[in-house]
């Protein structure tokens, strides 16, 4: 029996497993906060070698990684550490809020306000990502949604989970820090996510 199943289930689902959708990309420096959150395991027997190379000697953090090794190194580290569903957004809660204090994202992840977010989420989320496209969208006064394209099986309803986990860090750095942030779909192409403040947080 493997010891990571999620990460195993994951990845037997993509077209070429580690080796999926090289176009899609994220930056480095996100494996690296999450190491700071949750340590890689000792031993990595177990691992496909490309996911416990990423692990255990992280590139420096401008190195742009796959976006299927980021996520895959996410649910690695779920597994190892024994995370659920809540363990895991709180671990990525964790990471992205070492990434919105750390020096070299502070300027591109501070002052957020709601209306910030719906003019330049898609050009700050380019920083850390390439090839999914996030768009958002209002929601009425108080109310946003951002939408996250992706192709089939790279996004799964747990690594979405995550993305709740990250949103709610950025939005506790924002103008609006008791915003509420809810994974409202997860569809083969798509999720969307909704945040809401004031009255619509209820």
């Not at 309803?157 to 008791?178: D, M, T, Y």
């Amino acid at each position: 029996m493997s010891r990571y199943p999620r990460l195993t289930s994951y990845l037997s689902a993509l077209p070429g497993g580690t080796a999926a959708y090289p176009s899609y990309e994220a930056k480095a420096s996100l494996v690296r906060f999450m190491l700071e959150v949750c340590p890689a395991p000792s031993d990595t027997s177990g691992l496909p070698p490309a996911v416990a190379s990423v692990l255990c000697d992280p590139p420096p953090a401008n190195v742009w990684i796959s976006e299927v090794l980021h996520f895959a190194a996410a649910l690695a580290l779920a597994d190892h550490h024994g995370l659920d569903e809540r363990g895991l957004r709180t671990f990525w809660f964790e990471q992205m809020s070492l990434v919105a204090q750390s020096p070299l994202y502070r300027t591109l992840l501070g002052s957020l306000t709601p209306q910030v977010m719906l003019k330049t989420a898609g050009v700050r989320w380019t920083g850390f990502h390439r090839g999914l496209e996030l768009e958002a969208t209002e929601c009425g006064p108080t109310a946003i949604e951002l939408i996250l394209r992706h192709p089939p099986g790279l996004l799964t309803p747990l690594i979405a989970e995550g993305f709740v986990g990250a949103f709610h860090a950025l939005a506790a750095v924002s103008s609006e820090p008791a915003m509420n942030v809810k994974l409202a779909a997860v569809h083969p192409s798509r999720s969307t996510f909704r945040l809401a403040w004031a009255d619509a947080a209820e």
